[in-house]
């Protein structure tokens, strides 16, 4: 999670970034989705009745 903060705050692309500081791009992307996927799972979920 601080790999993914630290290049969203950075003014670099995230190619650039992770270019620097040696971090494989498709590594990032791969935690970047993880993230990702944590966070909609604590949106709770909310049942519709059809009416």
Sequence with gaps: MAIIREC??????????????NVSIKSYYYYLAKLRKMAIEQIPYKKRNNV
């Design 8 to 21: 969203i705050n950075s003014d670099l692309s995230n190619e650039e970034w992770c270019e620097q500081n």
